[in-house]
């Protein structure tokens, strides 16, 4: 049962979104990664998942996207991660 997960994370620079997105695509239960949109430091991602935003959530908390960039989770719904990239 494949479900449509949105990630939204707020302060990532453009040559962070790469990082992000390999992340995402090594998880456990990730099927499909799509990049929707990036804006004003905001990107926008599609994750097809093999489980629930819950678990994505708790694997995304805390990883590093090279250097001193780290991933925390700032809200979660059933089908939205929000994260916010700290350096």
Do not use: C
Not at 22 to 50: C, M, Y
């Amino acid at each position: 049962n494949v479900a449509p997960v949105q990630v939204v994370a707020d302060k990532i620079n453009f040559d962070q979104l790469p990082a992000l997105e390999e992340t995402l695509k090594a998880l456990p239960g990730v099927q499909n990664v799509f990049r929707r949109s990036f804006a004003k430091n905001t990107a926008v991602i599609d994750v097809e998942l093999q489980g629930t935003a819950a678990q994505l959530g708790e694997s995304l908390s805390g990883i590093s996207l090279g250097g001193e960039a780290r991933a925390k989770i700032v809200g979660a719904t059933a089908n939205r991660i929000d994260l916010s990239i700290s350096e």
